[in-house]
C-alpha cells in the first residue's frame, strides 16, 4: 500500500477519507453494542415476568405496564424504558397465545405469549450493519440476511444464532 505523500497537495483529502472511514466504523460498532445492549435488557424483562405468571410471557405492552394485563402485579414496570438505539427499527413479535388453561394456572394474568422474539434491523438498507434480535428462549443473535425468515406474528423463532 502507498501512502500519499505527506507535501502533496492530495494528502489532506487522503487523510481525511481515512479519518471518516474510521469515524464511521466506530460509531457502527458503538451501534452495535447499543443493540446488544439493549437485547440484553429485553431478555431479562421477560423472563422475570414469566416467574410471576407460570412461565408466560407478557406481550410488550405488559412489560411496560405491568397491570393493564395482570392487576395482581407491582406497579413497577419491568421494562423502564423504550428499546431504542439510533439507527434501527425495533419490532417485537409475538408467539402464539396462552391457551384459557395456560391462563388458569396464572391466576390474574389477563393476556399472556407462549414464546416473542425482538428483531432490530438497521435503518440504512446499505450499511454493513446487522439484524439483531433476541427471543422468549433468551437468545440474543444477530441474522444472515437482512430480513430475518419467519417474520410472522405467529411464529417467534425469528433469531438464528451466530
Known amino acids: 500500500m502507498r501512502y500519499p505523500r505527506v507535501d502533496g497537495p492530495n494528502f489532506v483529502t487522503a487523510f481525511s477519507a481515512l479519518i471518516v472511514k474510521v469515524l ?3 460509531q457502527m460498532r458503538s451501534r452495535a ?3 446488544r445492549a439493549q437485547l440484553r435488557t429485553l431478555i431479562a424483562a421477560p423472563q422475570t415476568y414469566a416467574k410471576f405468571n407460570a412461565g408466560l410471557f407478557a406481550p410488550l405492552e405488559c412489560l411496560e405496564q405491568p397491570r ?3 392487576p ?3 406497579a413497577e414496570p419491568f421494562l423502564a424504558s423504550p428499546i431504542a438505539v439510533k439507527g434501527y427499527t425495533g ?3 409475538a408467539g402464539p397465545p396462552a391457551s384459557a388453561a395456560d391462563l388458569r394456572r396464572a391466576p390474574g394474568v389477563r393476556r399472556a405469549v407462549k414464546a416473542w422474539a425482538y428483531v432490530m434491523t438497521p ?3 446499505g450499511s454493513e450493519e446487522r439484524t439483531s434480535c433476541a427471543d422468549s428462549t433468551r437468545v440474543s443473535a444477530c441474522c444472515r440476511q437482512a430480513r430475518p425468515r419467519g417474520s410472522s406474528a405467529g411464529n417467534a423463532r425469528l433469531c438464528v444464532r451466530m
Open 123 to 125: 435503518q440504512s438498507s
Open 72 to 74: 395482581a402485579m407491582p
Open 33 to 35: 453494542g447499543q443493540v
Open 68 to 70: 393493564a394485563c395482570a
Open 91 to 93: 419490532a417485537f413479535h
Open 24 to 26: 464511521e466504523d466506530q
